[in-house]
């Protein structure tokens, strides 16, 4: 097979190229987000999040049988209320942001399945109803999360300086008078936007993989915030790309594909840090 | 005066820093109690005392940080809560050091109260901060990860972001703390330096006998002012002991008396 | 046998028309009716838990590819719903469930809405159901096979033929159980139809759900272990041996037996697959 039909013979399929393309954005915008929390000690947001919506999927399920896009705004709006609760709980007790993290889900979890509980006659899985499959990916899904990581990128670009001070010395930035709190809640509310859309487009390993392992690589590789961002953004969307192709050769589940290439990155800038001494 | 210091317009006449029967109640308890002082742009004042003796207190009022239960505070002749002139150094700043940023990125941060929501800072900006690395001897390291930095040289670098940030009132809390005696003698004339050029400096102590040494004015604090005046007049027996109870030992020492207290202990309760 | 079919008809350079059923059992069925004419393959492989499933690449491939998806419905496929609602998919799922006499799930809930209830997606444990899911398969074949109409006919025709013999065989079976001790507890609602086709009641299950993350109450348990002990129910079926199954056999003395799953072992079709759970249902119940 020569290299050039090693490229097209996938992206013939209408649904690896939506594929493709969901992976590469939604792990953009997931790296984007992912490298603020990985820098404000809150790497396990998403995995919290992915769990505190379960109360959510229960009641849309409820109101909306079977109606996927509505258990997805349902999801949503609980996802943008956990997150508030997490910085709300966090402030008010003094916390640290992933003790805060840590009550918020599991009070939510338990709500979750509380509701579901005591609420028979639910099918199957629930959680069918959220996690997508990057190669489920339809034309509507493709429009929300190539949209969703436009609108992060923007909201990044456009707050970077904010964002770095209020993340580096929230201290400082109260006495220039900026808006800590506000920037706060922007970037908690941010992240579970794009958890839950990630989540529904690109399925669970993905989306949480990408917060996490594509920012981790960034900062083991630069020294500055931008590059990191440009470097986390980079490899969470190699890895979206490289990652379908070898779901494609190697007959592997879409999700565990890109995660394992998103670790080889992770790995190989483990190694370069380690042959420096 | 007021080009240097957006944020608020400054009164030409008022003082610098006016304080007035300042009280500030943390807790339930008590934690500032009556305390007044003037200070005249480029002059200088040592808060000293005990731990828990509201010295930081007393700096995060003045920062308008925390609301004051009683009492007043001026900026040039305007209330503190409006300024970017006022420049806020806590005792531990509670950053990452493995934040992936240089010397330089960090002083730059002291100019984005200036250019403000939705902007980009520019050359002007990045000639600001390279100025104010030059003038805490900082410019070699300009390009250095902040986590490679001693301490002496953190305490340089959030100066020179003050001075980025073109404050006009320094307010720093024990900057001392964990230095060895060059580096705090190095901070100590870099701050008179500053006084000389018009600063003015707050900076919370413990070391009496560097303030007598480095300050004109010296403000003895335990919850209420206990002395206010030269360093000379303030550091009496009497006072000292009125201040730190027993806790303390008083030694006669060539430069003066040394109140050998809890300062072995930076924290104070908050 | 379909699998030989395919290798023969590729060899001949004539490319097959690929049937696709979601679960083994679907695609035994099909297989069954269409013949050898066709490739038929099962989406979810044997042996694999349908909610355990993710499909690759080439499972989507293999969407595209067919000519024709069948699967059992009722919402057994919730996790495949994406990639059934592919606009490339959509059109080429057949729901063999579809017209069917469904039975509700086991719904408490009493606010329930009527129009869409939850349906028992269980239906192969009645094979009179299954003989219809063939009449669907070989009338939707026929229409899209015009050629073939007769040999699919005839194809129907034996296996409704061997159904029916299972159906005698099972009501013979199922004789020798007295019926007051035609009493059924499974680990999840299962044999909804198996009870109403054969005259069993369901007494309960330990999770009385579909739903994984659903938890039976403690209050639930309670009254469950104390109806199969006043009901002397020798057997609890279940599909996996799990803790809480083994638990409640030992607390009330009942027998644990394995019943298969919604699949089917490497070799044996859905015929084999019924008269062996019938075989245990009927040894563990009987006098």
Not at chain 1, 244 to 266: E, I, K, N, Q
Not at chain 2, 40 to 59: D, M, Q, Y
Not at chain 2, 70 to 97: K, N
């Amino acid at each position: 097979m020569n290299l050039v039909e090693f490229f097209a013979a996938p992206l013939r399929h209408a649904f690896f190229v939506r594929a493709l393309l969901a992976a590469m954005s939604a792990a953009a915008a997931c790296a984007a987000v992912g490298t603020f929390l990985v820098l404000r000690g809150m790497t396990f947001f998403g995995d919290a999040l992915a769990h505190a919506v379960l109360p959510g999927v229960a009641l849309g399920y409820l109101f909306h049988r079977g109606s996927r896009t509505a258990v997805f705004w349902w999801a949503l709006g609980t996802a943008i209320l956990a997150s508030l609760g997490i910085g709300w709980v966090s402030r008010r007790g003094r916390l640290k942001e992933d003790t805060a993290i840590g009550i918020v889900f599991v009070g939510m979890f338990a709500l979750g399945i509380g509701l579901i509980s005591t609420v028979r006659g639910y099918a199957v899985d629930l959680v069918h109803f959220l996690f997508g499959n990057v190669l489920a990916v339809s034309p509507f899904d493709l429009g929300l999360v190539a949209g969703l990581s436009l609108g992060v990128i923007l909201v990044i670009l456009a707050l970077y300086k904010e964002l770095a001070l209020a993340t580096f010395d929230p201290l400082f930035a109260r006495t220039l008078r900026l808006p800590t709190e506000f920037m706060r809640y922007l970037l908690l509310v941010l992240a579970a936007v794009t958890v839950v859309t990630a989540l529904r487009v690109v399925g669970v390993a993905l989306a949480l993989a990408m917060l996490v392992v594509p920012p981790a690589t960034g900062l083991l590789w630069g020294r500055r915030l931008p590059a990191v961002l440009t470097l986390a953004v980079g490899f969470a969307v190699l890895s979206g790309f490289w990652g379908l192709f070898l779901s494609y050769y190697a007959g592997m589940a879409p999700g565990a594909a890109v995660v394992l290439v998103a670790t080889g990155f992770f790995l190989l800038a483990l190694l370069r840090i380690i042959g420096r001494g | 005066m007021s080009a240097r210091c957006p944020g608020a317009i400054h009164s030409a006449e008022a003082p610098a820093l006016e304080v007035r029967d300042l009280a500030v109640v943390r807790n339930g308890r008590p934690a500032l109690e009556g305390v007044s002082f003037v200070l005249e742009k480029g002059g200088n004042l040592a808060v000293v005392g005990p731990n828990g003796a509201g010295k930081t207190t007393l700096l995060s009022a003045l920062a308008g940080l925390i609301r004051p239960s009683a009492g007043t505070i001026r900026v040039f002749g305007q209330p503190p809560g409006r300024h970017l002139c006022l420049a806020y150094l806590p005792q531990r700043p509670a950053v990452e050091w493995n934040f992936p940023a240089t010397v330089l990125d960090v002083v730059l941060m002291g100019r984005v109260g200036q250019v403000g929501l939705l902007r980009r800072l520019g050359p002007a900006d990045r000639a600001k901060a390279q100025e104010a690395l030059e003038r805490v001897g900082l410019a070699s390291l300009a390009r250095r990860p902040i986590r490679e930095l001693s301490g002496g040289e953190q305490q340089r670098m959030f100066l020179a972001r003050a001075l980025a940030q073109e404050a006009s009132v320094l307010l720093l809390d024990e900057p001392l703390t964990g230095l060895d005696a060059p580096a705090q003698e190095g901070i100590l004339v870099l701050l008179g330096e500053l006084t000389g050029e018009g600063l003015t400096v707050v900076v919370a102590l413990h070391e009496l006998d560097l303030v007598a040494r480095h300050f004109s004015q010296a403000l003895l604090l335990r919850t209420r002012p206990v002395a206010l005046g030269a360093p000379p007049e303030v550091f009496t027996p009497a006072a000292l002991r009125a201040a730190y109870g027993t806790a303390l030992h008083l030694l006669a020492a060539p430069e003066g008396t040394l109140a050998l207290g809890e300062a072995c202990c930076p924290k104070e309760p908050r | 046998m379909a699998t030989v079919a395919a290798v023969l008809l590729w060899a001949g350079g004539a490319a097959a028309p690929l049937l696709l059923g979601s679960t083994p059992i679907v695609a035994d069925v099909v297989a069954q009716v269409a013949g050898p004419a066709f490739v038929v393959e099962a989406l979810i492989p044997r042996g694999v838990d349908p909610h355990a499933f993710e499909p690759t690449p080439r499972d989507v491939q293999r969407l595209l590819e067919a000519t024709v998806i069948f699967v059992s419905g009722a919402g057994l496929e919730a996790g495949l719903s994406p990639f059934l609602a592919l606009p490339e998919v959509r059109e080429k799922v057949v729901d063999l469930s579809q017209g069917l006499p469904l039975l509700p799930a086991p719904a408490h809930g009493e606010d329930d809405h009527d129009e869409d209830h939850a349906w028992d997606p269980h239906v192969w444990w009645d094979p009179t159901l299954v003989a219809l899911w063939v009449a669907r398969i070989q009338e939707f074949l026929s229409a899209r096979f015009p050629k073939l109409a007769g040999e699919l006919a005839a194809r129907a025709a034996r296996y409704l033929d061997e159904l029916s013999a299972l159906d005698a065989w099972i009501q013979a079976e199922v004789a020798r159980i007295p019926e007051e001790r035609r009493l059924l507890v499974t680990d999840h609602y299962v044999l909804g139809y198996f009870a109403r086709r054969y005259g069993f009641t369901v007494v309960g299950a330990l999770v009385p759900s579909h739903e994984t993350l659903a938890e039976p109450s403690p209050k639930e348990l309670a009254a469950l272990e104390e109806k199969i002990q006043v009901l002397g129910i020798p057997a609890i079926f279940t599909s996996y041996e799990t803790p809480l199954a083994r638990r409640v056999a030992l607390d009330t003395g009942a027998r644990l037996v394995l019943l298969p799953a919604e699949t089917l072992a490497e070799g044996g079709g859905y015929l084999e697959m019924m008269r062996e759970a019938v075989r245990r249902i009927v040894e563990a119940l009987r006098p």
